[in-house]
């Protein structure tokens, strides 16, 4: 008996591309190839989903999907890790137990892996928690589920336990009295929230007032939110699944929607090739962040 096949909403929500996507691409490549159901709607099966995710993946680190679509199966897999390796040849060896965080992950032990991380966040402190835990063991899942080694159920598990956590140390912090105000969001297409969370943690750790937006904010949204809220400053987080070539056009559109003393940042992995663009502060580490939010105190006595 074959499998049920998946909707087109289902497979859209599986994979991320729009349903006009899947049906320009049935047109004008011949893949899809949906089956029909009893009332003629599309049916895709699992292994066609399954390539359409790896094929998303692959755009998201910029390849082009024409030529993905007609690469053999082999050749599509054969992509994927590249990128994991060059990082885990230039990471350093793993000396601080990340390893064991990941494999609690892989175990599906979500008990054990919370009590270790509060053990880590009693040890460290939250400022070396977040810069020497959360972000390091962060990039380390994105590179196992891109190199297929985490699957994407054990990547969303660790990222509810992980923000879980993030949330429950942001809201036991003493609510910002020094300034500045900043506005934390990320732009539409980019889901990830765990870039923003550590920023928050960071910055309301220094007496920032933080006010979260969450994820996928339209940009007219963020240019009157700034304004309602009377923000100093909006800060935005890119991951690296963020297709880059977008990044430099919405920051700049961004920057004419705010006010001129409204400063604009933008930070996380997504932005480390992005150029420096005036008017846009880009900050490359969360140890820039804590900088240049000195600096603005030091221009706003």
Not at 130 to 144: I, K, S
Not at 147 to 158: I, T, Y
Not at 159 to 171: D, G, M, N, S
Not at 186 to 197: K, W
Request: with cysteine.
């Amino acid at each position: 008996m074959n499998p049920p096949g998946f909707n087109i909403a289902a497979v859209e929500r599986d994979t991320g591309l729009s349903k006009d996507v899947l049906r320009v691409w049935e047109r004008r490549y011949g893949f899809p190839v949906p089956d029909r159901d009893v009332n003629g709607e599309r049916l895709y099966p699992a292994d066609q989903v399954e390539r359409l995710r790896l094929i998303k993946r692959l755009m998201d680190q910029g390849h082009r999907p024409g030529k993905l679509i007609s690469a053999p199966a082999d050749e599509l897999t054969a992509l994927v890790p590249r990128r994991s390796r060059r990082a885990e040849s230039a990471a350093p060896a793993d000396a601080t137990g990340l390893a064991d965080l990941l494999a609690l992950i892989k175990q599906h032990d979500a008990a054990g892996y919370l009590q270790a991380m509060q053990q880590r966040l009693a040890r460290q402190g939250l400022q070396r928690f977040v810069q020497d835990t959360v972000a390091p063991l962060t990039r380390q899942v994105g590179e196992a589920w891109e190199d297929g080694s985490f699957e994407v159920f054990e990547e969303h598990l660790f990222t509810e336990l992980t923000k879980r956590l993030l949330r429950q140390v942001i809201a036991a912090l003493p609510s910002g009295a020094r300034g500045p105000r900043v506005l934390l969001t990320s732009l539409p297409d980019e889901p990830h929230i765990l870039g923003l969370l550590m920023a928050e943690a960071l910055l309301a750790l220094e007496g920032a007032e933080c006010i979260p937006l969450g994820t996928q904010m339209p940009l007219l949204e963020i240019g009157r939110a700034a304004a309602a809220h009377r923000a100093d400053i909006v800060g935005l987080s890119f991951s690296i699944a963020f297709p880059q070539r977008q990044i430099p056009g919405l920051l700049q559109q961004l920057r004419l929607i705010l006010p001129t003393a409204v400063e604009l940042w933008a930070g996380g992995g997504g932005i480390l090739r992005t150029p420096q663009m005036e008017g846009i502060l880009k900050l490359d580490t969360f140890d820039a962040a804590i900088a240049a939010l000195a600096d603005w105190r030091a221009n706003h006595p």
